[in-house]
């Protein structure tokens, strides 16, 4: 998945309105309804949830507003919440004085098609003791369009979110970041979630962002690939389905000795646990065996998963690695797949001199970490 610059965004749009495949404002619609959703989905009593619902000027703030009526929708249609009643569920906060003069375009519409009770209620003003403990802040204030400095009362506002021990759900990118390098010039929303767009912005991955983004979750808005495959803005961006690609179901009859064996060689008296954790990651890995090879002498303080297999094998140093140890290790790693040296090895005397020994003796595909990187 490729990671974009904000323009390349706004190109992308302009391109599926021009096409005709939908409106802006379905594509507002769409982005609006998919973090709903999202939201709705990731609170465990959306009945007993206060949502605030944070909006600006531009088109993120239009995401807000279709965010709103769709929660509101929801909570009627699955809790029977009465619109009398709505005020205590969604609140929706804007930085438009007058919305039906300054908001424009898909933005206005939006909010022209937002419940009236929601319009009626629309409140100017943010204030700390607002956030109650049962409040989600959705910050739509800013999105990819920001650049230079915070106008007032922006700084305010993001201060309160960011005082509150309220989850923070950012729409697109949390206002204040840069969209293109994750610049902070004055301060930004410190999310717990940022729900991006079709595809994730280059700002969440690079600079401030993993630190003010929190996980990101991106909605695809159901566009055909064929929008989205010509994008290539030289950020590549790994999510959950590209790494279960790599990981494809097995087959219904396989069996562990089909998946490989892996050796994971290390571990020392002043280390033991590394090789472990590092053997239990190559079964999680999908490994069908895992062996632990430690040098004897290596005390083991620590419940040892019941899938691996543990072999400890002669050296002249209790607890390291010796130089002879190297004959021992190759015998070990006949029919084995694949190795990883080096977790927990140490760097004492001798062990350079064991790697020295066994590289030549290597078979299979393997991995060196952590010591045996040290000593290369």
Known sequence: ???????????????????????????????????????????????????????????????????????????????????????????????????????????????????????????????????????????ALLGTGFSGKLRDPIPDWISIINHSQAPVVSIDVPSGLSADDGHVTDQAVRADMTITFVLPKQGLLLGDGPAFAGRIHVCSLDLPDSFTQPVNDGLEAVDISDALRCFPPDARDTFKNRKGHTLVIGGSCNYPGAVFLSAEAALRAGSGLVTACIPEGTEIFFPIPKALIVRKVKTQSSGFYSPLSAEAVAELLKNKQAAAIGPGLSTADGIAEFLKNLFPLLSCPVVLDADALNLL
Do not use: W
Request: glycine share 10%.
């Open 1 to 139: 998945m490729q990671a974009v610059f904000a323009q390349t965004m706004r190109n992308l749009d302009a391109s599926v309105i021009a096409s005709g495949f939908c409106s802006g404002y379905e594509l507002m619609r769409r982005a609006g309804t998919g973090a709903a959703e999202r939201i709705f989905k990731g609170v465990a009593c959306p009945e007993k949830t206060l949502f605030m619902i944070l909006t600006g000027k531009g088109n993120n703030g239009g995401d807000g507003f279709v965010i709103a009526e769709v929660l509101l929708q929801k909570l009627v249609r699955e809790y029977g919440i009465s619109e009398s009643e709505a005020d205590e569920h969604i609140r929706v906060y804007t930085l438009c004085s007058d919305p039906l003069r300054g908001l424009h375009g898909d933005a206005l519409q939006a909010f022209q098609h937002m419940n009236a009770h929601l319009k009626d209620h629309l409140r100017f003003q943010l204030n700390a003791e607002d956030v109650t403990d049962q409040a989600i802040l959705i910050d």
